[in-house]
């Protein structure tokens, strides 16, 4: 969970209603996860009006905030200003501050952790990120797990192999058990571009796909780009 410091917030009760004061409390209550408006009307239960002009003037005050939830971009997400959101909000690297999906950062770092991969003949997800850390090629870094997303994403898009190393042979440098990865098309057939069913529809460029679940917080009944696939 990400806080930034901040100026203590307790002040003195004339700045906040107690309308002001009930949605706020709990608003930071919800902490980097904050909370959809229907819910504040839920749980608070004030009427719409009243829930409307004390979050308009709370905004105002700089107290709470109004974040882009990437699974439901339509609706109105708050949180209180001390926390930043959490990648389950945001999509993380995935996605940009709009909310959409980075599809071509995304496809230039499958490339980067296929190559390596493919040098690497055998590979953890820490080698791999590793690797991709050492090249300097990333702006920005991406941490383990992270790059863990992208290798499954890979594994489906049927680029990768999983197995578990036997310690053995080609294994000899992972440890028993350890999860591994290799590339299952040679260098040359890399070349040729992915026509794998899982290129086609959004899921084989998004790299949360392994977390993904009906009922879940990322799931294919709320995706948006699943839905506008399927309507096309």
């Keep these: 969970m990400s806080k930034r410091k901040r100026p203590d917030l307790k002040v003195p009760a004339p700045y906040m209603t107690e309308q002001e004061k009930i949605l706020y409390n709990?608003?930071?209550?919800?902490?980097?996860?904050?909370?959809?408006?229907?819910d504040i009307k839920r749980e608070t239960s004030l009427p719409d009006n009243v829930v409307d002009k004390s979050l308009k003037s709370l905004r105002s005050k700089l107290l709470i905030k109004e974040v882009v939830n990437v699974q439901f971009k339509g609706r109105k997400h708050y949180l209180a200003s001390e926390f930043e959101?959490?990648?389950?909000?945001?999509?993380?690297?995935?996605?940009?501050?709009?909310?959409?999906?980075?599809?071509?950062?995304?496809n230039f770092l499958k490339d980067q952790c296929l190559k390596h991969i493919r040098n690497l003949k055998i590979a953890t997800v820490d080698t791999v990120a590793n690797a991709?850390?050492?090249?300097?090629?990333?702006?920005?870094?991406?941490?383990?797990?992270?790059?863990?997303?992208?290798?499954?994403?890979?594994?489906?898009?049927?680029?990768?192999?999983?197995m578990r190393s036997n310690g053995l042979g080609e294994f000899a440098s992972v440890p028993t058990g350890r999860m591994c990865y290799k590339c299952?098309?040679?260098?040359?057939?890399?070349?040729?571009?992915?026509?794998?069913v899982m290129a086609w529809i959004p899921?084989?460029?998004?790299?949360?796909?392994?977390?993904?679940?009906?009922?879940?917080?990322?799931?294919?009944?709320t995706c948006e780009y699943y839905s506008k696939w399927l309507d096309f």
């Design 26 to 38: 709990l608003i930071q209550s919800k902490q980097d996860l904050g909370i959809w408006s229907w």
């Design 132 to 162: 991709v850390r050492r090249s300097r090629v990333l702006k920005i870094d991406c941490s383990s797990q992270e790059i863990g997303d992208i290798v499954r994403a890979l594994v489906l898009d049927n680029d990768v192999i999983e």
């Design 184 to 196: 299952r098309r040679s260098p040359d057939a890399m070349k040729e571009p992915r026509v794998g």
């Design 85 to 106: 959101p959490s990648s389950e909000i945001t999509g993380g690297k995935w996605y940009n501050d709009q909310g959409f999906l980075e599809t071509e950062f995304i």
């Design 203 to 221: 899921c084989g460029v998004c790299p949360r796909i392994a977390r993904c679940m009906p009922g879940g917080t990322i799931s294919p009944m």
